[in-house]
């Protein structure tokens, strides 16, 4: 668990430091911008954590934020950051696999690993919690519901409204 404290406190405190070089709103997006200082506000909760999945989850943020900021910046269009449906602590999904989820197939986000082992026939890396082990998108939380970012735009969003709403 200290090891993903760490990583997801080195994530954060990049993320911080980009912030803290300045921003100018001539030409950042004001939405933008609010999005990645929500990112860095979500991480920053999630790292007081001690649950492995708001570990992962401030890891993830943490990631994407970046991501969003890199993109103000050099005022290019980068392909959002997206981690791996099945792992979120693998590299980033830069394709998609078809995988069976319950009774239907649906195309998700997966890195180079779990991708490579998909097409081969056999089961991905997948993310697995708790005592029993379970897969992780088969629990009924924040991080099951969007795929720790996998299948949603607005993972920080989407977490700080769970957050709020679980008060």
């Given at each position: 668990?200290?090891?993903?404290?760490?990583?997801?406190?080195?994530?954060?405190t990049t993320l911080t430091g980009a912030?803290?070089?300045?921003?100018s709103r001539d030409t950042e997006s004001p939405d933008g911008i609010e999005s990645v200082l929500l990112a860095r506000t979500v991480a920053e909760t999630l790292l007081r954590s001690d649950n492995v999945a708001d570990l992962i989850g401030a890891v993830v943020v943490a990631r994407t934020g970046l991501r969003d900021l890199e993109q103000l910046r050099t005022k290019r269009t980068l392909k959002a950051y997206r981690p791996c449906f099945f792992n979120?602590?693998?590299q980033p999904a830069y394709d998609r696999a078809t995988w069976r989820v319950g009774h239907a197939t649906v195309s998700l986000p997966a890195c180079s690993t779990c991708l490579t082992a998909i097409r081969a026939g056999r089961e991905p890396e997948v993310l697995r919690l708790g005592r029993r082990r379970q897969a992780y998108y088969e629990r009924d939380d924040i991080w099951a519901r969007t795929g720790f970012g996998a299948l949603v735009d607005d993972l920080?969003?989407?977490?700080?409204a769970d957050r709020m709403g679980s008060r």
């Open positions: 668990m200290e090891t993903l404290r760490s990583d997801a406190s080195t994530h954060l912030l803290a070089r300045g921003h979120p602590v693998h920080a969003a989407q977490v700080m």
